[in-house]
């Protein structure tokens, strides 16, 4: 059961989470951030001690949204490798076209505090990207690619390279472009393991 602590808390890293998105971690201040959580700047510190540990938890609260949208994106497309891999694009996609997008929070915060490697908001996308390449090498093997880290990475470069430009340049047809390119790469990895099946089972037959 909630209590009216925890509630508090919860709406303090959203309305945070919302100012820190549109407006940047480094130049957002906890003054905006109470104000937009209807509370005082002393209640704020009652929760968070600093900026830095309510970067953090908010930081972690998007982690898991994040990991759990890459979970709804993938379960939906039953299985099948291509359709998985399809999926997590035109999920990408959508997510894309939603009005006031600005990309990863959590590529966002990386750059922004590039200079600072031990800050929270580093520490936290370092975490955030290694989750989700590994559950991209999860939902890969579960539709039956093997060995699937080196997919899974070859993924990561196109979701990040795809979302950077987006950005840059104010066009979707870039995730287009990723969503093509990893198709590509994924019937290439079924067709190697056609072709290594056939080649196995003839030296069976020799």
């Known amino acids: 059961m ?3 602590r925890d509630e508090t808390r919860r709406r303090i890293v959203d309305a945070a989470y919302q100012r820190f998105y549109q407006g940047g971690f480094a130049r957002v201040g906890v003054d905006a951030i109470a104000e937009a959580a209807g509370i005082t700047k002393r209640t704020l510190y009652q929760h968070f001690d ?4 309510l970067i953090a938890a908010v930081m972690d609260a998007q982690h898991e949204l994040m990991l759990a949208r890459i979970r709804a994106w993938s379960d939906g497309a039953g299985g099948n490798l ?10 990408l996609q959508q997510w894309a076209t939603k009005p006031g997008w600005r990309g990863s929070g959590f590529t966002r915060a ?3 505090f590039s200079d600072s490697p031990g800050h929270p908001a580093r520490r936290a996308a370092h975490r955030h990207k ?3 390449e590994d559950e991209l090498r999860r939902v890969l093997h579960d539709a ?3 060995a699937p880290a080196a997919l899974a990475r070859q993924l990561m470069v196109l979701i ?5 430009l987006v950005l840059i340049h104010g066009r979707h047809e870039y995730i287009e472009a990723a969503a093509q390119a990893a198709a590509e790469l994924v019937r290439a990895r079924t067709v190697h393991a ?12 020799t």
Not at 50 to 53: E, I, P, Q, T, V
Not at 160 to 164: I, N, T, Y
Not at 195 to 203: D, E, F, K, Q
């Open 2 to 4: 909630r209590t009216r």
């Open 50 to 53: 600093s900026k830095d540990a």
């Open 82 to 91: 291509r359709e998985v891999v399809g999926a997590l694009f035109g999920g």
């Open 110 to 112: 990386a750059i922004e």
């Open 130 to 132: 290694l989750a989700v």
């Open 144 to 146: 039956g690619l093997e």
């Open 160 to 164: 990040e390279g795809c979302q950077l």
């Open 194 to 205: 056609a072709l290594s099946g056939t080649l196995a089972a003839l030296r069976d037959e």
